[in-house]
C-alpha cells in the first residue's frame, strides 16, 4: 500500500479498507472475567493514591496545608471579630459625627459669644480712656481748686493782717486825737488865764464878745466792726465858750 502524501500516489483512487476480524467466540468459564475484575481493581488502586497525590502536592503547591482549615476558621473569627470592630467603629464614627455637628454649633455659639465679648471688651476700653480723661480733667481742676483755696487763704490772712494792721492804727490815731485833745483843753486854759491876767477888769456878761468858733479838725475814719454802735469822740475844742463864761464868772466873784 503506497503513501498518500507521497507525490506517485494518486489522489482519485481509494482503496476500500480492509474488513475487520469476525470477533473470536468468546469461551465458557469465569476465569477471564476474575483478571478483568483483578485488573480493574489494580488499575483502582493505583490510580486513586496516584490521583490524592496529584491533588495533594496540587493543593500544596498553591498553598493548601493540613491547617488551612484552623487557619480558614480562625481567619474567620477573625473576621467576625474584624466586622464586630468595624460595626463599633461605624457606631463611634456616628456619634462622632453627631457630636461633630454638636460641637459645630457650640463652635458658632461660642464664637458669636467671643465677638460679643469682643464688641463689649472695645466698649470697656473706651469707657476705661473717657474715665481715664475724665480723672486727668477732674485732677486739673482739683489743682487748680487748691491753688485757689490757697490762693485764698493767703488773701484772706493778708485780710486779717490787714484789718489787724487797720485796728492798730485806729486805735493809735484814737490816742494820738485824745492826747492832741488834751493839748487843745490845756492850751485853751492857758489862754484863757493869760487873757484874764492882762485884762484890768473883765467886762460884764452881757458885754462878753461873742464866743468864737473853733474850726474842729477832721478825725480820721476808724474802723471799729467789734463795736459798730460807738462813736468817735467829740472835739474838745465845742466845749470852749462854756470853758469862757465859766472863766468870766469866776473872775467877776473874785473881784466882789
Given amino acids: 500500500m503506497s503513501d ?7 489522489p482519485d483512487v481509494i482503496e476500500p479498507l480492509p474488513e475487520p476480524p469476525p470477533p473470536a467466540k468468546q469461551k465458557g468459564g469465569c476465569g477471564p472475567f476474575v483478571g478483568r475484575l483483578f485488573t480493574a ?5 493505583l490510580l486513586v493514591p496516584l490521583s490524592v497525590a496529584g491533588g495533594a502536592a496540587l493543593a500544596y503547591y498553591f498553598g493548601f496545608t493540613q491547617r488551612l482549615p484552623v487557619d480558614v476558621r480562625r481567619a474567620q473569627q477573625e473576621l467576625a471579630t474584624v466586622q464586630a470592630a468595624q460595626a463599633v467603629q461605624q457606631t463611634q464614627l456616628a456619634e462622632l459625627t453627631r457630636n461633630q455637628s454638636s460641637s459645630n454649633e457650640l463652635l458658632s455659639a461660642a464664637q458669636s459669644e467671643v465677638a460679643t465679648l469682643q464688641a463689649d471688651v ?8 473717657e474715665l481715664r480723661n475724665g480723672a486727668r480733667t477732674v485732677a486739673t481742676l482739683q489743682a487748680q481748686v487748691e491753688v485757689g483755696i490757697i490762693t485764698v487763704a493767703v488773701f484772706a490772712t493778708a485780710q486779717a493782717e490787714r484789718a489787724a494792721q487797720v ?4 486805735r493809735r490815731t484814737e490816742r494820738v486825737n485824745r492826747f492832741i485833745d488834751r493839748l487843745s483843753d490845756i492850751t485853751d486854759e492857758t489862754a484863757l488865764d493869760l487873757q484874764g491876767l492882762s485884762r484890768p477888769a473883765p467886762p460884764p456878761p452881757q458885754m462878753l464878745p461873742p464866743p468864737r468858733r473853733t474850726r474842729q479838725r477832721p478825725s480820721l475814719p476808724q474802723r471799729t466792726p467789734q463795736h459798730p454802735t460807738q462813736h468817735a469822740p467829740q472835739h474838745p475844742t465845742q466845749h470852749a465858750p462854756q470853758h469862757l463864761t465859766q472863766h468870766a ?3 467877776q466873784r473874785q473881784q466882789k
Fill in 4 to 10: 498518500p502524501m507521497s507525490p506517485d500516489a494518486q
Fill in 249 to 251: 464868772h469866776r473872775r
Fill in 122 to 129: 472695645q466698649a470697656m476700653q473706651e469707657l476705661a480712656d
Fill in 41 to 45: 481493581l489494580l488499575v483502582v488502586l
Fill in 167 to 170: 485796728d492798730e492804727l485806729a
